[in-house]
């Protein structure tokens, strides 16, 4: 099946891939790793919600925006490479916007993490990962998610 499918089958559907915010692209493949960029919760070019999570953001939309996040990170990857060769996802950076003292960052990047392993399965879907509380993120956003993934050979 198809990742478009997978996507579909979910109720997701693939977005646009967003547009660099700074002197970078949003993706790089080298020879069968994809980079990808961090990705940001957004919407037709618009975080879907700023602020810091416990104060503005709850940590359930924050746990859905870092599930955009990866879904970002894909639409990033179709500008190098065809989703469907996708064969592993290596690694996850997740990072979170918090209030000074919020330590729950884990849960919340497994809106990212959840959503590969429902997409790639349990053995190319789970990944390497890093999960990190940070005092500021661009554009006010709460979350942002980094990707390494291993195309088909």
């Known amino acids: ?5 997978k996507l579909q089958e979910l109720g ?12 970078y692209v949003p993706a ?5 790793l994809v980079f990808v960029a961090g990705q940001l919760p957004l919407v037709d070019g618009k975080i879907v919600k700023e602020g810091k999570v416990g104060k503005e953001v709850t940590p359930d939309e924050a746990k859905k925006m870092a599930q955009l ?9 179709s500008l190098v490479a065809d989703i469907d060769q ?18 729950a960052i884990p849960p919340i990047i ?11 399965g349990e053995v190319n879907g789970k990944h390497a ?15 942002e998610v ?4 291993e195309l088909k050979s």
Do not use: D, H
């Open 110 to 120: 497994n809106g990212a993490s959840e959503l590969f392993i429902k997409l790639f």
């Open 69 to 77: 996040c990866a879904l970002n990170a894909i639409a990033a990857i």
């Open 86 to 103: 996708i064969e592993k996802i290596v690694r996850v950076g997740g990072f979170v916007n918090g209030i000074p003292g919020f330590t």
């Open 129 to 143: 990962r890093t999960a990190i509380g940070v005092a500021e993120l661009p554009l006010n956003s709460p979350v």
């Open 28 to 32: 790089v493949k080298t020879g069968n």
């Open 12 to 23: 997701l559907t693939l977005p646009t891939a967003a547009l660099p915010v700074a002197a």
């Open 1 to 5: 099946m198809s990742l478009k499918n």
């Open 146 to 149: 980094e990707v390494l993934v």
